[in-house]
């Protein structure tokens, strides 16, 4: 099946900080999402993007499904930015499930 | 609120018991996804019900079970259960899928948390 990798595995940031992260696919898509768990479990679907470029206030999103991967930005980091980011895909020609990522934890001291 | 409801969010139970978490999907979502989240597993796709109908499934045990009612609410059911099998199970819900298309707007409820002791 297809492979999804995520970087980096933690990141630690003061407030205010800008981050980037990544999100590499092994095969074509159909369909890429990101999400946020929040420290108390909750999955949040931040983007919904296959291709080109989304923004939603400080958060952003880029896929380039050419060169298979995905970035999400983070500009002026808070600390309710903090949990875990996955990203999750379904291959092109698949079912339509989404197979996940291992997350990126972030944590975002005041 | 994601508009996905589970039931319970807590649950405790021995090993060897049997147990039924439920689902409710947002209004108007006719599929439902099942995901079990372990430290070790990440979020693992288990099944999904379309309509009533099994659709796909994916890394489920045999002691494990699920089925959509009519009213479009799911239950996963767990059998013989083992203490490997404490973990956070989610449900998701999606818009329509055509098969023609893939489905978009992806909401998780809140998760069950399941321990086993």
């Known amino acids: 099946g297809i492979q999804v990798e995520q970087s980096p595995p933690d990141l630690i940031l003061q407030e205010g900080a800008n981050s980037t992260l990544r999100c590499n696919f092994s095969?074509?898509?159909?369909?890429l999402q990101w999400f946020h768990q929040n420290p108390w479990g909750q999955l949040i679907n931040l983007f919904y993007i296959p291709s080109g470029t989304k923004q939603n206030g400080r958060l952003s999103a880029t896929t380039v499904a050419t060169e298979r991967y995905s970035l999400l930005y983070i500009s002026s980091s808070q600390t309710t930015d903090s949990g875990v980011y996955f990203c999750a895909v379904d291959a092109s020609g698949g079912s339509y499930i989404p197979t996940f990522g291992r997350g990126t934890s972030l944590i975002v001291h005041p | 609120d994601s508009g996905v409801t589970q039931t319970p969010k807590h649950l405790i139970t021995a090993t060897g018991q049997r147990v039924t978490l439920r689902c409710s999907p947002r209004s108007g979502d006719l599929s439902v996804y099942w995901y079990q989240q372990s430290l070790d597993q990440g979020l693992q796709f288990l099944i999904q019900y379309y309509n009533g109908e099994e659709r796909a499934k994916g890394n489920i045990l045999e002691r494990f079970s699920a089925q959509q009612f009519p009213d479009l609410h799911s239950e996963l059911n767990l059998s013989s259960l083992e203490l490997g099998d404490s973990a956070l199970y989610f449900c998701?819900?999606?818009?329509?899928?055509?098969?023609?298309?893939?489905?978009?707007?992806?909401?998780f409820g809140s998760g069950t948390r399941l321990t086993v002791v």
């Open positions: 998701a819900s999606s818009v329509e899928w055509t098969g023609t298309a893939p489905p978009y707007g992806y909401t």
């Open positions: 095969d074509s898509v159909n369909n």
